[in-house]
């Protein structure tokens, strides 16, 4: 899309020149200006070039109108692709598309992954509806979002899961992560009438050898949401 955005500006600007160009010959040339002036057939032929340019004008800017559609149109497909229309953020296609980076390779040392789980959705779906759970989700799914700025990927892996994907991971980060995450929810269940979230997690990170693969990875820290919730 940016080399067809380059294309369409250099068209432009070449037939801005031209036309300038034309304008200039015709205005400081008194002969020429005559000639245009007085013969019929000149003026006919200058009148039909000045016509061409004008409709190639249009048709660039009509390209930039269409092209800019198309961009929106993308980002519009791309979101609803990527993204959880519940939560919000990552959806299960997106964080298996950043696993699949490491299907099938070597686990790198410098991956860590945290899975949560919110433990009182069902509870919430049972007495008030699927609607305020829906809203519960959303609010935690906006808590992790801000949590891993500049930190991880975050993304929902289905019903009450969510994923944190350290891929330049350290304990500290790890750390900051969980500290940012306790704060936000305590914050909101303090200063909301809406349900409190309740939460577990298990992490996986700098486990040696005993894990060789991506996807041991995170079903360790998945099992260790029930076993220890640190991880520990």
Known sequence: ????????????????????????????????????????????????????????????????????????????????????????????YSCDTIIEKYVDKPLPDHIGCIMFDLTNIREVNRSFGHGEGNTLIHDFSGILQTASMDLCFVGRNGGNRFLALFEDCTDERIQTFLDRVDEKVGRHNKETDAHPILYRYGIAFDENSRIQTITDLIALSNRRIFTDEKGE
């Open 1 to 92: 899309m940016k080399k067809f955005d380059l294309y369409k500006t250099i068209q432009l600007v070449i037939f801005i020149v031209l036309a300038a160009v034309c304008l200039y010959m015709i205005l400081s040339d008194r002969t020429l200006f005559h000639l245009v002036a007085n013969d019929p057939q000149i003026r006919t032929l200058c009148i039909l070039l000045w016509v061409a340019f004008g409709l190639c004008f249009l048709f660039i800017f009509m390209d930039f109108s269409l092209f800019s559609t198309f961009k929106r149109d993308y980002r519009e497909l791309d979101y609803a692709v990527s993204s959880d229309p519940v939560s919000g953020i990552a959806n299960r």
